[in-house]
């Protein structure tokens, strides 16, 4: 039977595999070194390569970033964590104007090999400053590669494909599927032990159907599967790609199952104005043999407000197996 | 020629310091040049603005020439990121004056084949960028750094920032991190007095700039920017302590800006005129021309020859670059993918 590990378990063996094929891939963030990052994700790291390789840091986002792009020019290759992408706003400039934009600033000189790794989303009531995902933020900019797991094998290997790329990834890990005992929802899924990679940029077909499609990523595309299951019975066939990547977009493969089922239904837990749903929207409607076959398009998202603490109030505003279910309901 | 040089320790001791260095004179005379390139090529940029020849801003480097000349020269080898006043600072790290005005003129021959600009300019091979955000050159150089230590590249980290940079948080943090990291890094803070309009002195109740490093364990020097050799002599001697020492440090050096932030905003709006004259009286180029003159390295007609040579080559790369094509339109949509 294959082996099984949570998903940070496979973000750790990734890291560790990379440290061990790489001698110049270094990793800094808060709390990484001794404690192994607040969601163990570098347990037992620095101990295996050392404080020069695994590094903690102070509690200043603006210096480690801007440093990040600075150790890169220098030639070694930094994974650096952020404890939570809420606070990774506080050094937007160094992922955005510096980081993401040096290379093309540089007409090519700058290649980059950095990745900045960090936990997104809510539903454990952590409130309106530690349950972004920011999905569409770190999207927003040109530059950034950004990439979102929902399984550790894919969380392997797609940590693999972005530290071996050589370019700027923002590599964003789902809180809720972690595994870690404090967060509820992380299952364990089957990883290899041997190191290989996810390429980013391709979709995944996680669930085929013909009824409706779901389009979503990371925890998302976990309520997007209850869903489905939830109405299978009824004989609604729903099809749900996980985007894995959403830069770049595999934009061929969401139109091809957009005109297979001609119902597309964005699930995406981040702010619905100027986001991925949106965005998803213009893409299908952009294409015109896309455009010809879409009867249906809908979202479910965070509405304008920031995330509130109180756990009914959360319920409402975060995507949730209901709210899916209530718009597929209508579609059949 | 032997160069005197003094400069105040202010952290962690505060300390009187003074030292006597050889200088090659062909190395003092190499300054000079640079120095009179730079000026005689920012004086054919700004005309050319003025007949909007180009497009952006412009911000020059003429009175901070010395710091450049002398403290690069002094770090090598290193790598060095530099501000949105970074002319002099590329031109003393060896970038071609010919690719630097074609940047600027947004041509494909540029250092950055026009998608950079005059903020954004970019030499690696020459170890040497720039950003165009202030104090974001900090914490890159110290990165640099860290990866110089780590590889033992034998280099140095040099980040230049600005009076008004010190105020930054990314620049405090870094003041933080540096010196416990032990990083080989070099902070060359050229204080001009003015972010952009404002007194950086009527915002800090810490002065000199430099003496906030106390708080931070990071060694820290103060001392005039304005003549190229005596700039190298203190570089040198500090330069040398972080690579024996395992250590960085910061030095401010005082210098003049001669020209207005930028050249649309004429400094006249906001310097009353002795303060202006008393700025044109610290111009790096008449410091450091009186001080090879002292030495007998130069003669008044060699530095007449020097001057008339550079004015050539530095219209010379203006013509070329204003002669250069454009890049071509496709390449908007390459680099960034």
Same mark, same amino acid.
């Given at each position: 039977m294959a082996r099984e590990l949570y998903l940070y378990e496979a973000l750790n063996e990734a890291l560790a595999q990379r440290l061990t094929e790489d001698d110049r891939t270094i990793l800094l963030g808060e709390d990484i070194g001794r404690m192994g990052g607040a969601f163990w994700v570098t347990k037992g790291l620095q101990e295996r390569f050392g404080v020069e390789r695994v590094r903690d840091t102070p509690i200043s986002e603006s210096a480690f970033l801007g440093m990040a792009v600075g150790i890169a020019l220098g030639g070694l290759h930094p994974i650096v964590e952020v404890q939570l992408a809420d606070v990774a706003l506080v050094a937007l400039d160094a992922i955005v104007n510096e980081l993401a934009k040096l290379r093309y600033m540089s007409g090519g000189q700058a290649n980059l090999p950095v990745v900045i790794r960090a936990p997104v989303g809510g539903y454990y009531g952590d409130a309106a400053q530690h349950s972004q995902t920011l999905y569409a933020t770190f999207s927003h900019f040109p530059g950034l590669a950004v990439v979102v797991p929902s399984d550790p094998f894919d969380a392997k290997g797609l940590l693999l494909s972005a530290a071996r790329g050589g370019r700027p990834v923002v590599f964003l890990e789902h809180k809720q599927l972690y595994g870690v005992p404090f967060m509820q929802y992380g299952t364990k899924g089957a990883v290899p032990e041997e190191p290989y990679t996810v390429p980013l940029g391709a979709a995944k077909v996680v669930r085929p159907g013909s009824s409706a499609t779901i389009v979503s990523v990371g925890y998302g595309v976990h309520l997007a599967l209850e869903a489905a299951q939830e109405l299978s019975d009824s004989g609604f066939d729903v099809e749900v790609v996980d985007l894995r990547c959403l830069k770049p977009l595999d934009v061929a493969a969401v139109r091809r199952s957009a005109e297979k089922t001609g119902r597309v239904l964005v699930v995406d837990e981040d702010y619905s104005s100027y986001g991925l749903s949106g965005e998803i929207a213009a893409l299908l409607l952009e294409h015109e043999p896309t455009r010809a076959r879409l009867r249906s398009f809908a979202r479910v998202a965070i509405p304008d407000v920031p995330i509130p603490f109180s756990e009914p109030l959360e319920e409402a505003v975060l995507p949730s197996t209901a709210r899916v279910v209530e718009v597929l309901r209508r579609w059949t | 020629m032997q160069v005197r040089c003094s400069y105040l320790q202010v952290s962690p001791e505060v300390e009187s310091h003074s030292a006597s260095r050889e200088i090659a004179d062909d190395r003092a005379r190499a300054y000079l040049r640079t120095m009179l390139l730079c000026r005689a090529l920012e004086t054919g940029l700004t005309e050319a603005y003025g007949r909007v020849e180009f497009r952006g801003e412009l911000h020059l480097s003429a009175g901070h020439e010395a710091v450049a000349a002398g403290v690069v020269d002094a770090a090598e080898p290193c790598f060095v990121v530099g501000t949105h006043r970074s002319h002099a600072v590329a031109l003393s790290k060896g970038v071609d004056p010919t690719a630097l005005a074609a940047e600027i003129y947004g041509r494909d021959s540029g250092v950055c084949h026009g998608k950079g600009g005059h903020m954004h300019l970019t030499a690696l091979d020459r170890g040497f960028l720039t950003t165009g955000i202030v104090g974001a050159t900090v914490p890159i150089a110290a990165g640099y750094a860290l990866s110089a230590r780590q590889l033992n590249l034998g280099r140095i980290g040099v980040a230049f920032l600005g009076d008004g940079a010190m105020n930054q948080g990314a620049v405090l943090e870094t003041l933080n991190l540096a010196p416990a990291w032990k990083l080989p890094l070099l902070l060359v803070v050229e204080n001009n007095e003015l972010a952009f309009s404002t007194r950086t002195a009527d915002l800090s109740s810490i002065r000199p700039l430099a003496a906030r490093c106390r708080g931070f364990g990071m060694d820290a020097y103060v001392a005039d920017g304005t003549d190229a050799t005596v700039v190298w002599a203190i570089a040198a001697e500090i330069v040398h302590r972080i690579r024996a020492g395992g250590k960085p440090a910061l030095i401010e050096f005082q210098v003049p800006? !001669?020209?207005?932030? !930028?050249? *649309? *905003?004429?400094f006249e709006e906001y310097l009353a005129e002795e303060e202006k004259r008393r700025r044109v009286a610290q111009d790096p180029l008449g410091r450091t021309e009186e001080s090879l003159l002292r030495a007998g390295v130069l003669d008044r007609a060699g530095i007449e020859a020097l001057t008339s040579e550079v004015k050539e080559e530095a219209e010379r790369a203006l013509e070329a670059a204003r002669a250069a094509p454009f890049p071509d339109v496709t390449s908007a949509t390459t680099d960034s993918e």
């Open positions: - | 800006r !001669l020209s207005g932030h !930028l050249e *649309v *905003v004429d």
